[in-house]
């Protein structure tokens, strides 16, 4: 049975008529998270698609390939998803007319075993085969809004289940922000060096200035002063960047660590803390 999936850059353009839902699990706009997927599509309706736009997150439903978005090794994408679900259900989204580019680089994966195919015309026409389980068929021109519209063949993927979403943010880029270890694993170090930029926006250091000035990245000299103070207010930017890029609101990229930037924190940090 086939069904009607919407995707768009933004999350509320698409409209509540479709059965599937398909938003960005990385990348620099329309970041989701999967409380506020949940929230405005709840799984008890609707079927979610998280789309990995440059291969950090094998744990999203699809993976983009499109020009500005081929990066990592589109073989290992799959295996690690497979191994990821447990299943062989690595979807691969693409442009009808780089299908062969896509068979060619995941190499011993086989397509309509291993993995299968989400093929992007956006003019109207339908591109079907063995392999491809949906076909985004309508782009805005056709759908007369900011969303483009896909058709889903394969009723085994994408379904609505009533379990919420259960991916996690990409949270590299602030704990790069902050300094500490880029692992996408938000555990004691992060939570430690992410306090200690807090706390020196107030002028308390409770791990020593030294440490502080590890963190915003100036040299560790025990003295606290205009320097160090500069360096906090682009680490505060770079973090507040990274927050916006996850998908949580700091409000203005402005280096002050206000009652915004400590809403989109905290919402980060429970969202991604392991």
Request: proline share 4%; charged share 20%; with cysteine.
């Amino acid at each position: 049975m086939s069904r009607i999936m919407g995707d768009s850059t933004t999350m509320e353009d698409i409209p509540m008529s479709v059965q599937i839902v398909g938003v960005y699990v990385n990348g620099y706009y329309g970041v989701v998270t999967p409380a506020q997927l949940e929230k405005r599509f709840p799984h008890t309706h609707y079927g979610h698609v998280f789309v990995d736009v440059n291969g950090s997150r094998p744990d999203a439903e699809a993976r983009d390939w499109e020009t500005l978005d081929k990066s990592g090794d589109l073989e290992q994408w799959v295996i690690q998803h497979n191994a990821h679900t447990g299943k062989k259900d690595a979807v691969i989204y693409c442009n009808s007319s780089t299908i062969s580019e896509v068979r060619q680089l995941t190499k011993s994966q086989r397509l309509g075993v291993d993995y299968w195919l989400w093929v992007a015309t956006l003019d109207g026409s339908e591109h079907t085969g063995p392999g491809i389980m949906a076909c985004q068929r309508d782009g805005e021109r056709q759908t007369g809004g900011h969303w483009d519209r896909s058709i889903v063949y394969d009723d085994r993927f994408w379904r609505a289940t009533g379990v919420p979403s259960q991916h996690k943010p990409d949270c590299v880029a602030f704990q790069k922000a902050v300094r500490a270890a880029a692992d996408n694993a938000w555990g004691p170090q992060t939570d430690k060096n992410a306090t200690a930029l807090i706390q020196a926006a107030v002028n308390h250091f409770p791990y020593g200035v030294k440490f502080a000035q590890q963190v915003v990245g100036t040299i560790p000299d025990g003295a606290w002063g205009p320097h160090s103070k500069a360096h906090l207010d682009s680490t505060i930017k770079l973090a507040q960047i990274a927050l916006k890029a996850m998908g949580f609101d700091p409000g203005a990229i402005d280096g002050v660590w206000g009652v915004h930037t400590s809403h989109a924190y905290l919402a980060a940090r429970s969202a991604c803390h392991i």
